[in-house]
Structure formats: C-alpha cells, structure tokens
T-cell receptor, first 114, second 118 residues
Framework: AQSVTQLDSHVSVSEGTPVLLRCNYSSSYSPSLFWYVQHPNKGLQLLLKYTSAATLVKGINGFEAEFKKSETSFHLTKPSAHMSDAAEYFCVVSGLSGNTPLVFGKGTRLSVIA | DVKVTQSSRYLVKRTGEKVFLECVQD?????MFWYRQDPGLGLRLIYF???????EKGDIPEGYSVSREKKERFSLILESASTNQTSMYLCASSSGDDRVILPDYEQYFGPGTRLTVT
C-alpha cells in the first residue's frame, strides 16, 4: 500500500530564509507525487507534481521539489520565504487505481516570521 | 477559471439531523471526491465518483452516503449526524478517462464546509 510521511508537523522560518518541508513516501511501484498548499480558509491548490519525468520539479511561487528514489523522499524547498508562504502544505502520493486515488500526508504548517 | 463551489462555508447541525453538503464544479470533470480534514490527520477520502450515478467508497465511508445525479454535482449526505462528524469537508474534482481515476490528474478543491454537530 502507498503511504506518505511528512516529517514535521510545524516549521517556522524567518522571512528571506530558505524553506525545507520534508516528505518520505512508501510505494510498491513508481508513484506520482504531489505537493498541495492550503492557505487559511481556502481550498487546496496544486503546488507541483512529479510524474516520472525530470526528478527536479519546479512549481508555482518559487517552490521546487526533488524526487529521490534511493531515499524515497520528495522534499519541498524554496530559497527565500515570503510572508505569503505561511500555509499548510500536504505531500501526496498516488494510490493504485481503486479506492484511494491519492494518499495525503498529515500536513506541515509553515509559519513565516517577519 | 476553474471552479469548485460548496453550498455552505459554515454549518451547525444537531445530533441526529440529516445533513446535505452540496458540491458543484464547472469544469465538466468526470471525477468528484469528498474528503474530511481534521487537525493532525490530513485529508481522508470518504467517497468518490467517476461518473454520473456511480460511487465508490473511500477510506472512511461509514456514516456517510453520496449522490451524483448530474455530472457537475456531487452531494454528501450524513444520514444521522453525530458529534464525531464535526469536521471540515472538502470537495474536489478532476478529469478522468473512461471511468478510470487517473491519479496523475490534478484535483481541484472547493473552499470547504466547516460542519459543527452539537
């Protein structure tokens, strides 16, 4: 079965410093991987996705993630945090077609301090 | 601009009431989903549908049912609301292909309905 673990429930950074949100996955086959972002009182929005093409994936708002098969990781990074990046971030792995199309991590809340 | 709308942002119901949560998408998507979101638990799939009148159970279907009579509308029904169903409910939709859920396709989410059952 597919699963995803977000290693930090809360990350706090200062504005202008790098962001690292960690995600490890478990899958019995080559998965697709996603990061979604949820701003306060908003629905989830796709940030980026990996679907077996380039291992370094660029997303919106300057975020990127690198698929590392040997480490079963898909960490999300950004060189310089902005106040507007404060949100909840979800790492997601594709399930087998069937009753769980996507498997969500428990989320990481990112706080950005001025 | 793609849009998924949910009938209410906030809802307060009493234990035992029948509750309807409505979701409408304007993207002509084949697939629609209902999730609940709870702090520290992420999103958990309740039900999904890949076609009109079709439905599939997700991870936590107990206590819920769904209805999809039209392609653009997917309703979640709590037959007899209980306090442990107090949660944020999120609807999503995605493109599909001949009744197959394609995980690679982006899911588009509505803003959510925060349901409180007292």
């Amino acid at each position: 079965a597919q699963s995803v673990t977000q290693l930090d429930s809360h990350v706090s950074v200062s504005e202008g410093t790098p962001v690292l949100l960690r995600c490890n996955y478990s899958s019995s086959y080559s998965p697709s991987l996603f990061w979604y972002v949820q701003h306060p009182n908003k629905g989830l929005q796709l940030l980026l996705k990996y679907t077996s093409a380039a291992t370094l994936v660029k997303g919106i708002n300057g975020f990127e993630a690198e698929f590392k098969k040997s480490e079963t990781s898909f960490h999300l990074t950004k060189p310089s945090a902005h106040m507007s990046d404060a949100a909840e971030y979800f790492c997601v792995v594709s399930g087998l077609s069937g009753n769980t199309p996507l498997v969500f991590g428990k989320g990481t809340r990112l706080s950005v301090i001025a | 601009d793609v849009k998924v709308t949910q009938s209410s942002r906030y809802l307060v119901k009493r234990t035992g009431e029948k509750v309807f949560l409505e979701c409408v998408q304007d993207m002509d998507h084949e697939n629609m989903f209902w999730y609940r979101q709870d702090p520290g638990l992420g999103l958990r799939l309740i039900y999904f549908s890949y076609d009109v009148k079709m439905k599939e159970k997700g991870d936590i279907p107990e206590g819920y049912s769904v209805s999809r009579e039209k392609k653009e509308r997917f309703s979640l029904i709590l037959e007899s609301a209980s306090t442990n169903q107090t949660s944020m409910y999120l609807c999503a939709s995605s493109s599909g292909d001949d009744r197959v859920i394609l995980p690679d396709y982006e899911q588009y989410f509505g803003p959510g309905t925060r349901l409180t059952v007292t």
